[in-house]
């Protein structure tokens, strides 16, 4: 067992159907996966259960050890640049020809998706590079596997790059390069590469490409840690003019498309010019990031403007593309806009499979997870555990503020005050979204298509007693809506929270009117979740007015919508079972409190059941004894057994 654990420390991950070749029998991987050693990745290849055990294991392993490890594998490698790469730890000395041999397997190996291994491959050749050898093929060996490292998220080995960059004392130019790599293995934690990129700037003098590289990654860090489309976009522009000077369709388009993106963030109109400009260029050759493409821009575009059948369709032709490259962060990019583009459509077993992959290779390669778990917590609300997705964004909250990952702090507690309006928890609801709307006015971010929170923090408000405050907000947003020219969707959205408000604060007959609009739309659009939220909106407003048969009809609407598109949370939090709402003219959220009361259920009971904290239970009981007219649990459940007679 531990000598096939670290065979597969040493391959890094180890194809299944070449165990025979290394001796190794079937019973043997059973035995290590059941003893938690090894585990069989989907495309059937073993890895070490942890990253730390491979790593203890080639640090427990002697040098003799080893160097039978690699000739083993060298000699059962299913493809050269493998059996190259294990013939290369077995050597001690500079050898010329082994060394540019690996020089041409890196590019192989990167052409296949593979940039990690392509990255340790180019380090291999300047390692065995003989002292005669041209300084400029060592530098060029150096710079193409530092950028290698860069797409793979290798921040540890593009830095051992640019130490040798330096140590040979490289040109300025390739020691931009690889700073330029560096800042692509960051990820989102991009707050301490100011610095860096100051320093490519010098370094990039007179080189018009690399000025256009290094302002577009000062483009992307301007949004995510400083919050500053503005500023972003001024980055942007200078990206474009250098890369025109520079004859970079790829940099050019790239930075169009992220120039588009900022644009729309702050409500520039220019801002669809600016992308159909983008996606009048050559396609970029390989080798690009996908998530700096037109492409990726316009399935963004789309999905904000629910253009949702386009914005599939992109996405899954981008998809291949994405794990052919082997870069982790395009991968996840893809899979994770296909989960939220696929959850507003109703197809939430397909977003759970899709956000669960985005999930695998977060965790595995060590991205950081604040992304991909904010559009986890989206899906498992909508699909899976409101309990997973409340973990999911309370997660993606801590882990970009520790990153200063301005976007998606401000997203993650997006979610989290959704998931707090879903359970019925206002007072908390109304916490995070205010703390959403203060983001996003530091950030100068205006427009209501790309983070809807405008209309559930409304809802929330309502809840929470401010109706004044609720309707200011709607006000405000309608206005913004109509001026930038945003779609049904928002309207939509902004309808079912008006709706909301009207029959708070006495206006029922007017609500059924915006509410059917709002549940119209969202059928129109194509977006089944959205509609049947608009439905029990509606089914309250009906309840309100006493129109009980009319709010059954409407509740069971809405429930056959979440049924069958298999929003289970949606379905068993909103369908009470002894139908408490339709008779006493509570909310959902209210008649699951009085059923649980009925039940026996305590207040901390109640809370734990419904993911509620415990004052908002008090605060709630508080409300349901006002509008029923009791005055403790006891005459509560005596009205209860009594609707029931």
């Known amino acids: 067992m531990r000598r096939l654990a670290l065979l597969t420390a040493l391959a890094g991950r180890l194809p299944a159907h070449t165990l025979h070749r290394v001796g190794v029998a079937a019973r043997d991987v059973a035995y290590a996966e059941l003893n938690g050693v090894i585990q069989l990745d989907p495309d059937d290849r073993l890895r070490p259960s942890a990253e730390v055990l491979a790593d203890l294991l080639l640090a427990d392993a002697g040098p003799e050890e080893l160097t039978a490890g690699h000739r083993t594998l060298s000699a059962a490698a299913p493809d050269e640049p493998t059996r190259l790469w294990h013939a290369a730890m077995t050597a001690a000395d500079p050898d010329a020809a082994l060394a540019h041999a690996l020089a041409e397997a890196r590019a192989t190996v990167r052409a296949q998706g593979r940039p990690g291994r392509a990255a340790e491959l180019g380090l291999r050749a300047v390692d065995l ?35 040798r960059l330096e140590g040979v004392g490289a040109p300025a130019a390739d020691r931009a390069r690889a700073r330029l790599a560096a800042f692509d293995a960051a990820g989102q934690d991009l707050d301490d590469c100011d610095e860096l990129l100051s320093t490519v700037l010098g370094e990039a003098s007179g080189h018009p490409g690399l000025l256009a590289a290094a302002h577009l990654r000062l483009a992307v860090r301007a949004n995510i840690t400083e919050g500053a489309p503005a500023r972003a976009a001024v980055h942007a522009r200078h990206a474009v003019r250098y890369a025109v000077a520079a004859q970079d369709p790829a940099v050019h388009a790239a930075s169009l498309a992220y120039l588009a993106l900022m644009q729309r963030v702050v409500g520039d109109a220019e801002a669809a010019g600016t992308l159909a400009e983008a996606l009048s260029l050559p396609a970029a050759p390989y080798g690009e990031r996908i998530t700096n493409s037109p492409r990726h821009a316009a399935s963004r575009h789309a999905f904000f403007d629910d253009r949702l059948d386009e914005a599939r369709q992109l996405l899954l032709g981008l998809l291949p593309a994405a794990e052919q490259s082997g870069v982790p962060e395009d991968q996840v990019e893809v899979l994770r806009a296909l989960a939220e583009v696929e959850v507003r459509m109703g197809r939430c077993a397909s977003a759970l499979g899709h956000v669960g992959r985005a999930m695998v290779i977060t965790e595995r390669t060590g991205m950081s997870p604040g992304p991909t778990w904010y559009s986890a917590a989206l899906v498992e609300l909508a699909a899976g555990s409101p309990a997973r997705a409340w973990t999911l964004a309370d997660g993606a909250v801590r882990a970009s503020a520790e990153e200063h990952d301005r976007i998606y702090l401000v997203r993650a507690t997006y979610a989290r005050g959704l998931i707090q309006l879903a359970a019925g928890d206002s007072a908390g609801a109304v916490a995070s979204l205010r703390a959403v709307q203060d983001l996003q006015r530091q950030q100068h971010a205006r427009d209501p298509s790309m983070l809807r929170w405008h209309g559930d923090l409304a809802e929330a408000l309502v809840a929470a007693g401010d109706t004044g405050a609720a309707a200011q907000l709607l006000g405000q947003a309608r206005a913004l809506a ?90 068993a939090a909103r369908a009470p079972e002894s139908g408490v709402a339709d008779r006493m003219g509570l909310n959902a959220a209210d008649a699951r409190i009085v059923e649980l009361v009925a039940a026996g259920a305590r207040n901390r009971e109640i809370a734990n059941t419904l993911f509620l904290s415990v004052k908002t239970v008090e605060s709630s009981l508080t409300r349901i004894y006002r509008i029923l007219g009791v005055r403790s649990r006891v005459q509560l459940s005596l009205l209860l057994a009594g609707e029931g007679q």
């Open 482 to 571: 109509e001026q930038l020219g945003r779609g049904a969707g928002v309207a939509a959205a902004l309808d079912r929270a008006d709706g909301v408000l009207r029959y708070a604060t006495g206006g029922a007959a007017a609500a059924l009117e915006v509410l059917e609009r709002s549940v119209d739309a969202f059928a129109g659009l194509g977006m089944p979740l959205e509609q049947a939220r608009s439905l029990l909106a509606l089914a309250s407003a009906q309840r309100r007015q006493r129109r009980w048969a009319a709010a059954r009809d409407t509740t069971g609407r809405a429930m056959a919508i979440y049924r069958e598109h298999g929003a289970t949370p949606w379905a």
């Open 129 to 163: 590079a003989p002292p005669e050898l041209d300084r400029g093929t060592v530098v060029r060996w150096l710079c193409d596997a530092a950028e290698d490292a860069g797409t793979a998220g290798d921040v540890t080995l593009v830095r051992r790059m640019l130490g």
